[in-house]
C-alpha cells in the first residue's frame, strides 16, 4: 500500500526506476500479497483497482515518440563534406588512412548503390521519420518504438528489457537497440552495427561501434520537436565519443513513401573497378584546409580539433605553415 501512496505524492505522477520495471507478473504478485482473499470479494476489488491504477500510472507518464516526422534542416543532414573535412571528429589513423583512400565514385557500383546506410549517421537525417507503437496484442504493453527512415528499413527499440544478442551474432543496417526510460527521455542503447560511416566523404565506422542515444520530445512555439542525440563509441576508428544529435518536427500531414532501389549503370561504366586512391595519392585531401586558409595538420589532428584549445593552431594558416600535400598518414 505504501508503493501507491508514494507514487501518489508525486506531483508529476511518474514512477521510480524500480517501479518502471514491473512486470504484470509482479504487479498480480504484489496485489495477491498486499490484498489477499480474506478481505472479501467488494473490499479487495476496489483496493486492487486503486493499487493497479498506481502501477499502470507509469505509462501515462512515459512520452510517446509515435507519428511522422520532418528532419530539420542543419550541418549534419544537408553538408556536402569535402575530402578532408575531418575537423572536429575523433578520428584516429587507420581512420584517416581509410578516408584518404575512399572514392566518392564507389557509391555508384551497384553492390553500393542500395545500399543503406547505418543507424550511426542516419538517425542525423535528412530523411523524414516514422516512429510507430509495436504493442503486445495480450497485455497491450508497449514492446517497442519503431523506427523508419526513408532509405532504411524499420529498426525497432525495444522497451521490454530483452537483452542484447552475443557478440559473435549477425549484425544488420540498424543495429539491434534496447531503450530504458529516464524520466520522459528515452535512453537507447544500439550494437549490431554493420561497417558503415559517419560522415558523407569516407569517414568510416565499424562494425563494432556502439552507439549511446537520447530521445527527447519537446514543444516550442506550439510545435512539437523530436532531438535524437548520438553518442558513437568506436574502437576501431575514433579515439573518444562522438557526440552528435538530429532534430525533428512533428508532420502529421506528412507520410513516409516507399523507396524501391532500381540499380543503374556505374559511372565509370564498369563493374568489377572499384574507385579509390592509392595511398599517398590523393590530392583532394587537403582542399578543404588550402580553400578556408587553415593550417594541413587539420586534418590529421584528430580529437585535438574538436576542443577550444585549438584555435591557437588555427592561427598558423595565417602563417603559411604547412604540411606535405598528400600523405597525410606515412607508412
Not at 500479497?33 to 501515462?60: D, E, I, K, Y
Request: proline share 8%; with cysteine; glycine share 10%.
Amino acid at each position: 500500500m505504501s508503493c501507491c501512496i508514494m507514487l501518489l505524492r508525486r506531483p508529476t505522477g511518474r514512477a521510480t526506476a524500480r517501479q518502471e520495471m514491473l512486470t504484470p507478473l509482479t504487479k498480480r504478485y504484489i496485489l495477491e500479497v498486499l490484498f489477499p482473499r480474506s478481505l472479501g470479494g467488494l473490499t479487495r476489488a476496489l483496493l486492487a483497482l486503486f493499487a493497479g491504477l498506481c502501477l499502470t500510472g507509469q505509462a501515462a507518464a512515459q512520452m510517446d515518440f509515435s507519428g511522422e516526422w520532418t528532419a530539420v534542416p542543419a550541418q549534419a543532414n544537408v553538408e556536402n563534406p569535402q575530402i578532408g573535412e575531418y575537423a572536429g571528429l575523433p578520428m584516429n589513423d587507420e581512420a584517416l588512412r581509410r578516408a584518404e583512400i575512399w572514392d566518392p565514385a564507389i557509391e555508384s557500383l551497384p553492390v553500393w548503390q542500395c545500399r543503406p546506410q547505418t543507424g550511426a549517421s542516419i538517425k542525423l537525417g535528412p530523411s523524414a521519420l516514422r516512429i510507430s507503437k509495436l504493442i503486445d496484442g495480450s497485455s497491450r504493453e508497449l514492446v517497442a518504438f519503431q523506427a523508419e527512415w526513408l532509405r532504411s528499413g524499420g529498426v525497432p527499440i525495444y522497451l521490454d528489457g530483452r537483452p542484447h544478442p552475443p557478440g559473435h551474432a549477425a549484425h544488420s543496417w540498424g543495429g539491434f537497440s534496447t531503450g530504458v526510460w529516464i524520466g520522459d527521455m528515452l535512453k537507447v542503447t544500439t550494437t549490431h552495427l554493420k561497417e558503415g560511416y559517419y560522415r558523407r566523404n569516407g569517414v568510416p565506422q565499424s562494425d563494432r561501434a556502439e552507439l549511446t542515444e537520447y530521445l527527447i520530445r519537446r514543444r516550442f512555439r506550439g510545435k512539437d520537436y523530436l532531438t535524437w542525440v548520438v553518442i558513437a563509441n568506436d574502437p576501431v576508428y575514433l579515439t573518444e565519443p562522438l557526440v552528435r544529435s538530429g532534430e525533428y518536427r512533428l508532420d502529421p500531414a506528412r507520410s513516409l513513401e516507399p523507396y524501391p532501389c532500381a540499380l543503374v549503370k556505374p559511372v565509370n561504366g564498369s563493374d568489377d573497378l572499384v574507385p579509390s586512391y592509392p595511398p599517398g595519392a590523393n590530392e583532394q585531401i587537403h582542399n578543404f584546409a588550402d580553400g578556408y586558409g587553415l593550417p594541413r595538420r587539420i586534418v590529421a589532428d584528430g580529437a585535438a580539433t574538436m576542443y577550444p584549445e585549438f584555435r591557437a593552431v588555427l592561427a598558423e594558416g595565417q602563417t603559411g605553415t604547412q604540411a606535405p600535400a598528400v600523405g597525410v598518414v606515412q607508412p
